[in-house]
C-alpha cells in the first residue's frame, strides 16, 4: 500500500465513520490503529503518520470521496482491481461494526457506495 492509497483510505474511513453524525470513539480508535500499522508494516515516516492522523479527523464529502475512489481503482489492471476493492469493502465493513450497531446511515451510504462501484 503506498501513502496514495492511504490517504484515500483514511478519507473513506472518515467519510463511513461521520455518516452517522457520531465519530465514534471505538471508530476513532480503529482509525488510528490502522495508521499506527502502516507506520510499522510500510514504513512511513512521522510526517506521513501525522498527517494521516489530521485526514483523519477531517470530514469529506461522499461525491470527493467516491471520485477519487473511482480514479485510484483505474491505476489497476483488471486482474488487480477486485482485490483493491476488497481490501476497502473489508476495512469499511470493520468500521462500521466496531461500535457493535450498524445506524441506518451506514447502511444506506454502503448501499450507495457499492452501487456507484458497481459492487452487489
Not at 486482474?79 to 473489508?90: F, L, M, S, Y
Not at 454502503?110 to 456507484?116: D, E, F, G, P, T
Amino acid at each position: 500500500m503506498n501513502y496514495q492509497f492511504a490517504t484515500l483510505i483514511i478519507k473513506i474511513g472518515s467519510l463511513f465513520a461521520n455518516c452517522d453524525g457520531e465519530y465514534d470513539n471505538r471508530e476513532k480508535k480503529f482509525v488510528e490503529n490502522f495508521i499506527t500499522s502502516l507506520k510499522e508494516e510500510m514504513h512511513f515516516n512521522e510526517e506521513q503518520i501525522s498527517m494521516l492522523l489530521s485526514m483523519s479527523n477531517r470530514t469529506f464529502t461522499y461525491e470527493d470521496v467516491i471520485l477519487d475512489t473511482k480514479n485510484m481503482l483505474l491505476n489497476f489492471d483488471e486482474e488487480t482491481r477486485p482485490q483493491v476493492n476488497d481490501v476497502i469493502q473489508k476495512f469499511v465493513s470493520e468500521l462500521i461494526a466496531i461500535d457493535g450497531r450498524y445506524a441506518d446511515e451506514e447502511i444506506a451510504l454502503q448501499k450507495k457506495w457499492n452501487k456507484s462501484l458497481g459492487i452487489r
